[in-house]
């Protein structure tokens, strides 16, 4: 997703995605606490109200927990969970609308491995 389609998505949503992104990072590991509401709400400068909606929405679909009184939690099995739901959604919105111009420019199967091949190396992307 571009900056421009990123600053037109709700403050929430951009809070969904960012716990997102920081759990696949390892930044925050299945098992470690988040920061608490009042400190996403005091470092981004928006209600508490707005932080408990993303965290109501990351509780919905299981990528994490709230322990009363202590706090939210990212649940076992988020990273899996996460990994499926970006491969799914990066296969729909990237892949096939890549592979739609690929047929347009009469691209072989071949020649779609070699320009995959070619980026993974510029990008140094291989497989850890």
Known sequence: MDAANVENLPIFI?????????????????????????QLAKTYEINIATVN???????????????RGIGMFVSKGAVDRLIEER???????YIAAALKEAK?????VEDLQKIVAEVFEQQ???NE
Not at 16 to 36: Q, W
Not at 53 to 67: C, H, P, S
Not at 87 to 93: A, D, G, L, P, V
Request: glycine residues 8%.
């Open 104 to 108: 347009l420019l009469r691209y072989s």
């Open 53 to 67: 909606r993303a965290y109501n929405i990351l509780v919905d679909e299981g990528i994490v927990f709230k322990k």
């Open 14 to 38: 951009r809070i969904v995605n960012g716990v997102k992104d920081h759990i696949l990072m390892g930044e925050v590991k299945e098992g470690e606490k988040l920061p608490s509401t009042p």
């Open 124 to 126: 140094n992307l291989q």
């Open 87 to 93: 491969r799914s959604s990066f296969k729909e919105n």
